[in-house]
């Protein structure tokens, strides 16, 4: 079984009594799906609690219907954004849903509660006794950190020491230590290596999440960020034929699983990985730094379906802060509003990219470029986080490359988001995704312990990737029991005091 759902009696027990005094419910997969399953009693809680507060009841914020508000917000529509066709280049539509009004801002805080909460329920993970360890190249130890906090369990952070000042700060706050790893977002082993060095340190006393090899991660996008793409393209009433592609970065290789879902319901679609021109390990087997932050080189995730994926698309590090320069710095915003004549919603809709959402926009710009889609075709890709996780980088860029002027905005728009090419595109035949799968083995079975058979497993089983979606089912059915359990005999409920992480 690809997500471990065997049971530890006596831990179970311990978490449902930690739970219990805390007045701790488990979300189920269908909840952050349709969150207007969710009881009347934690709505009214949420009604009185800000996004990012450190409420066991935020944990019901965890999926991407969230009302675009930060404080006493309900649940709505799916948030997402459709770009304007003069700031993407592309006849084509491209669409995204949006991380920010998630809790920390970042769609992460999924990934890691799908690996947290199976691991409480079943006993897998000991509240009491135990750390849990975020190995992460920047959102996903903030999204366990905060999950952890929530649910009232320690944790360890673990980051490279180049991600921005900005989650560093957030991360003291809430994690219970915060570990920075040699390198930046690239440097992938470096954290596997701290991994195995608490590993021999703590031993039974850490549970390792690595994001990386946790198909729970895998299972979530494909089962929310999935679910809530499809409401979003039926909302808008898409023909199917007209649905073409959805595109992310390779990350940890989660985000790319709501690809899989798409393409269970429009076979005919494209999936593309996008990576950065710098460190090009999927397009070229290649290697280097690179600064479009938190999406992890070097390797292939071992929970990433490569034979799913159609095409990789290597994006330019220096436009993505180009672009992110154009749409923060007054003089980039300037220019979009006189000469561009963007709308005052589009000029807003600029703060819900981060460094990543850019560069996952330009990949989507990129597929729908090569394909030359038309103008009711649609690509999708994710938002995953907002401006707000990088404003440091502005005044970093200001030192190293002077003042942004309003003629550099013109330069940036013109060349740099107008005139993305096809370069660096690159679709993939049979025998390239098996290239690309082939690279796993080093990572992972000579350095990580996966084993030969699962490596092939992976590519020639035609069951393993269907095996996992349905493990929501059962995982919703033991979150179920376990919160039947909690409020069995439960106490009488007591003032908890809310703490408030700052974004800062």
């Known amino acids: 079984m690809l997500i471990n759902l065997k049971m530890n009696k006596e831990v179970r027990a311990r978490n449902i009594e930690v739970c219990r005094e805390k007045g701790i419910l488990l979300p189920t997969f269908k909840q952050m799906c349709d969150p ?28 991407w219907r969230n009302e675009p508000k930060e404080k006493n917000g309900g649940f709505g529509e799916v948030n997402f954004i459709e770009m304007p066709k003069k700031r993407t280049g592309t006849k084509a539509r491209v669409l995204a849903l949006v991380g920010k009004y998630c809790p920390t801002g970042a769609h992460k805080v999924g990934a890691t509660y799908s690996c947290l909460a199976p691991a409480l329920a079943t006993g897998n993970f000991d509240a009491m006794k135990q750390q849990a360890v ?54 992938v082993k470096e954290i596997f290596d701290k991994c195995h060095e608490l590993d021999a340190e703590r031993g039974k006393h850490i549970v390792i999440f690595n994001q990386f090899e946790q198909f729970e991660n895998y299972l979530w996008h494909y089962t929310v960020t999935g679910q809530a793409i499809l409401d979003v393209l039926r909302k808008l009433k898409v023909k199917p034929e007209n649905v073409k592609g959805y595109a992310s970065s390779t990350g940890s290789g989660g985000t790319l699983a709501a690809g899989d879902h798409l393409k269970e319901v429009y076979p005919h679609i494209k999936i593309a990985a996008g990576e950065a021109q710098q460190c090009p390990t999927l397009l070229r087997n290649g290697f280097g730094g690179h600064r479009i932050e938190g999406i992890g080189d070097k390797h292939v995730p071992w929970i990433h379906n490569v034979k799913n994926t159609d095409m990789i698309c290597a ?62 075709d649609v690509v999708f890709t994710i938002c995953t986080d907002s401006s707000t996780m990088y404003k440091s980088r502005l005044e970093e860029l200001d030192k190293k490359q002077g003042k942004f002027s309003f003629t550099e905005a013109a330069r940036v728009y013109s060349g740099a988001l107008m005139h993305q090419s096809y370069q660096d595109a690159f679709e993939l035949s049979y025998y390239d995704r098996l290239r690309i799968h082939n690279l796993k083995y080093y990572t992972w079975v000579e350095q990580q312990g996966k084993t030969y058979e699962e490596i092939n497993r992976q590519w020639y089983d035609r069951d393993y990737w269907k095996s996992i979606p349905p493990m929501a089912k059962k995982i919703d059915k033991l979150i179920e029991e376990f919160n039947k359990e909690v409020l069995a005999s439960a106490p009488a409920p007591k003032a908890v005091k809310t703490a408030k992480a700052s974004k800062k």
């Open 36 to 63: 207007s399953t969710v009881p009347a009693s934690i709505k009214a809680k949420l009604a009185k609690t800000g996004l990012w507060d450190v409420d066991p009841a935020n944990l019901y914020r965890i999926t």
């Open 315 to 376: 994006i330019d590090d220096q436009d993505c802060m180009d672009i992110y320069r154009l749409f923060n710095e007054p003089e980039g915003i300037k220019y979009l509003k006189e000469e561009v004549k963007l709308s005052a919603k589009d000029i807003d809709n600029l703060q819900l990219f981060g460094i990543s959402g850019i560069g996952n926009m330009l990949s989507a710009v990129k597929m729908a470029k090569y394909y030359e889609l038309e103008e009711d």
């Open 134 to 187: 975020w190995p992460s190249t920047g959102n996903y130890c903030r999204g366990g950190a905060y999950n952890s906090a929530l649910l009232g369990c320690q944790s360890i952070a673990i980051l490279p020491a180049e991600m921005s000042q900005e989650r560093f700060n957030w991360l003291k706050s809430v994690a219970g230590e915060v570990i920075a790893t040699p390198g930046c977002e690239s440097n």
